[in-house]
């Protein structure tokens, strides 16, 4: 039999919180961001569930090509745009519209106008000091985009840095920086991600770009994802492969981490950095066994976990434990480990049976 480690994606719930996120945003349209792998959830099977999606949003030319693969046909964006003519023109193959937000994809689009058919995306930076054009290049750059372009308009968009938080005063000013650079061009704009969509309500514009809600993962520690209405698609299982007892005073794992207080009956569960989950977890990382919570004690080593079994006396060799998902809020996990949402479930490993339930 092979290991029973495993990622359980419930399709429902991802189609569920897209609907949730609309009501967030009843006048925007949603870009559904799936990049990296949907957010480690498998991008053929996310972008094929998601029919209601206005655009897909990717970062690369493969998973462009995986969404494709899986059955999109709707408009489809390239978030970081082309870093060079083959990607330019498998772009152009896909149908796919493009962020533009450097001078040399400038100078790829003029050698290559006659090909540009669909809508081109301006990336303004407003202070994220990644990607994007300085505010006082905008109305430049869009007046050249609007004669390279084909019959779309061109989008004016850009990113926020600490929307997340909502007490700090730069998405404020990221707003009005962009507000400023645009006034007088006339276009459709897109600035929210998930968290913007959730704290700056007034910066959703014409589309919002919505990745981690969508996979009923809240950003804000203060708004948690159940509150918010959105339920958790990706669950994530393994079970125990060993039961030890061990006397007070003995150590568990590498590094003699852990030391028992008591005698103590301790788990062994089959699932460690090798499968993506986060070697950073401290003592007392929660984890859900027969709908109850314990803890993990000990370093987490690249195969196993080891589980504090007080007060978990009927658990039994092949029970199931849950490390993340319902009932046990992936957020929640990810402070314990120094580590935020969307690090643990992009990181679940290859090793980790994805199924769909
Ligand atoms: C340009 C852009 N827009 C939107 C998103 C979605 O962000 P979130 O998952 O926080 O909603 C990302 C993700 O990193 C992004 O890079």
Known sequence: MSRNTIARIDLSALSHNLARVRKMAPDSQVVCVVKAD?????L????????????????TVDEGRGCRDGGWNGRLLLLEGPAN?????????????????HETQLQLLRQRRHQIMQALWLKIDTGMHRLGFPPDQAAAVHA???QLR??????????FACADEPQNPM?????????ASVAGINGPVSLANSAAVLNFPDSQR?????????????PCRQQPAG???????????????AINQCNRGESIGYGAAYRCPEDMRVGVAAIGYGDGYPRHARNGTPVLLDGRRTSVIGHVSMDMITIDLRGHEQARVGDQLTLWGPGLPVEEVAAWCDAIPYQLICGVTGRVKSVVC
């Open 38 to 42: 949907g957010y480690g959830h498998g």
């Open 44 to 59: 053929s099977r996310v972008s094929a569930a998601l029919t209601d999606a206005d655009i897909m949003a990717v970062a």
């Open 85 to 101: 003519t083959p990607e330019f023109e498998e772009m152009v193959s896909m149908g796919a519209e493009m962020v533009v937000h």
């Open 144 to 146: 050249e985009l609007e």
């Open 150 to 159: 084909g019959s779309a308009p061109t989008v004016l968009m850009s990113h």
């Open 171 to 179: 998405t404020r000013q990221q707003i009005q920086k962009f507000d």
């Open 206 to 218: 014409d589309f919002i770009r919505p990745g981690i809600l969508l996979y009923g993962v809240s």
């Open 227 to 241: 509150e918010l209405g959105l339920r958790p698609v990706m669950t994530l299982q393994c079970d125990l492969i």
